[in-house]
């Protein structure tokens, strides 16, 4: 089945470490994107990508970093610039278009 | 930038009612549009889509509703169940650049509660 698989589902991280989430997606999608959803709140676009080895700033891109050297991969790495880690983060793939925009199941970040 | 926006932070019904979902889009020239439910803790999941040259459109139990002269969008879910207890979500596609259109804009959500 096609879908998009994001690892691991739980993940803690020490202050000052930089730490990186995995996104994968089986889906033929060109686009792939992360978000980062805090409590009660609605998502946030960390950084997004069109097309494989090229990637753009979201709304808070600061304290993250990306990279997309395969269509079908789009690992984020929250650094230990991003001052206030914890958070719940969501991958999604879709089309050029837009369309078939599905999401991961999404990784819980919690700095210790 | 662009926003989307929700009217109703909580929206509370009795099982077996009616719910409407309101969003208020802000980019005139966003031609598509999409609910999403999301779970506690889950990604969230496609509900249904409608692009801008309809006004409405119907999938099962649920109706998209959309007024482009006030820019707003509503969702509608009939005979609402406990299992449609979650939050709600709309995006709109923002204005096409070139072939493309680059990405969503989310609104901030609705928590959906549904009383037995």
């Known amino acids: 089945d096609g879908g998009i698989t994001q690892s691991p589902k739980y993940l803690f991280r020490k202050e000052g470490q930089n730490v990186t989430l995995s996104c994968e997606q089986n889906l033929n999608h060109d686009a792939m994107y992360w978000y980062r959803q805090d409590p009660g709140q609605g998502l946030r676009l960390i950084y997004y990508s069109q097309i494989v080895n090229d990637f753009q700033k979201g709304d808070i891109a600061e304290g993250y970093s990306v990279s997309r050297e395969k269509k079908e991969s789009f690992p984020l790495t929250v650094t230990s610039a991003q001052k206030n880690p914890t958070a719940f983060y969501l991958c999604?793939?879709?089309?050029?278009?837009?369309?078939?925009?599905?999401f991961g199941s999404g990784t819980r970040l919690t700095v210790v | 930038g662009e926003s989307v926006g929700l009217h109703l932070p909580t929206l509370s019904v009795q099982e077996g009612d009616n719910s409407i979902i309101n969003c208020a889009y802000s980019n005139s020239a966003s031609d598509y549009f999409i609910w999403y439910k999301q779970e506690s803790g889950k990604g969230p999941q496609f509900i249904i889509d409608?692009?801008?040259?309809?006004d409405k459109r119907q999938g099962q139990r649920v109706t998209v509703l959309l007024n482009k002269t006030v820019k707003h969008l509503s969702l509608q879910i009939a005979a609402t169940q406990p299992g449609d207890s979650a939050v709600y979500f709309c995006a709109e596609s923002g204005p096409r650049r070139g072939s493309t259109l680059g990405r969503l804009y989310f609104g901030r959500g609705t928590q959906l509660t549904v009383w037995p």
């Open positions: 409608i692009r801008s040259n309809m």
């Open positions: 999604a793939s879709s089309t050029r278009d837009v369309r078939g925009y599905t």
